[in-house]
């Protein structure tokens, strides 16, 4: 058990360009999440995968953001036209099974700044 | 909506005490609730899951409580020591598992 592995850990972009981070997840956990944390706050909700399907999108995530998991493995979350708002801490974590009795385990996150 | 409220917003203790840390929700129709420790800069650990079905959860100097009728949890933290600072995060589960978080408690603990 290597651990959730996010990548990059830290990203800075000029407002407008594009940018994409990956996650490793859990070897063999196949529910797999994004959440979004800014200073002070607590992580927030994005979307989440079970496999390859992404199940559901929170509102928070505009038509700027997409994300994938093609292979039901590592993920993909693409920013598109980064805006100065965007900047954050993404936060991946992933989960064995559905249920209640399986704790969400967390990546250290890719911290975004946007110029 | 739910919404997760943690008191206090930050706390600063001596070493050796023991500490209570609050976290209240405002819709009891949770799966779970999980606390999680943040150091700056990094990732959540989890630290302890209790199932809507349970009333407490132990692990070494930790113990969680869950009153699911009156939204509410408790962190105790047993004889607190320099490393335990951080801050700590309540979240509760709902529908597909997804985590709803407060905003945490800043912890300090002093030698």
């Known amino acids: 058990d290597t651990g959730v592995s996010q990548d990059p850990r830290h990203k800075i972009t000029k407002r407008g360009q594009n940018v994409t981070f990956r996650c490793d997840p859990i070897?063999?956990?196949?529910?797999l999440y994004w959440y979004r944390q800014t200073l002070g706050q607590g992580p927030e909700f994005l979307t989440y995968f079970q496999n390859e399907a992404q199940l559901e999108k929170s509102r928070l995530l505009s038509d700027r953001f997409s994300a994938e998991r093609p292979k039901g493995s590592f993920s993909t979350l693409e920013i598109q036209r980064t805006e100065q708002g965007d900047s954050a801490m993404y936060l991946c974590?992933?989960?064995?099974?559905?249920?209640?009795?399986?704790?969400?385990?967390f990546g250290d996150g890719t911290r975004l700044s946007i110029l | 909506k739910q919404e997760v409220t943690q008191i206090p917003a930050a706390l600063s203790v001596p070493e050796g005490e023991n500490l209570v840390l609050n976290c209240s929700f405002t819709?009891?129709?949770?799966?779970?609730l999980q606390w999680f420790r943040q150091d700056p800069g990094k990732g959540l650990t989890s630290l302890l899951l209790?199932?809507?079905?349970?009333r407490e959860q132990t692990s070494g100097r930790l113990n969680a409580s869950l009153d699911k009728s009156s939204g509410r949890s408790t962190l105790y933290i047993a004889a607190s020591q320099p490393g335990d600072s951080a801050t700590y995060l309540c979240?509760?589960?709902?529908?597909?598992?997804?985590?709803?978080f407060g905003t945490g408690t800043r912890l300090q603990v002093f030698p």
């Open positions: 979240a509760v589960g709902i529908g597909t598992d997804k985590l709803i």
């Open positions: 819709d009891s129709a949770i799966y779970n």
């Open positions: 974590a992933s989960s064995s099974q559905a249920g209640s009795n399986q704790p969400q385990h």
């Open positions: 209790i199932q809507s079905s349970q």
């Open positions: 070897s063999e956990h196949n529910r």
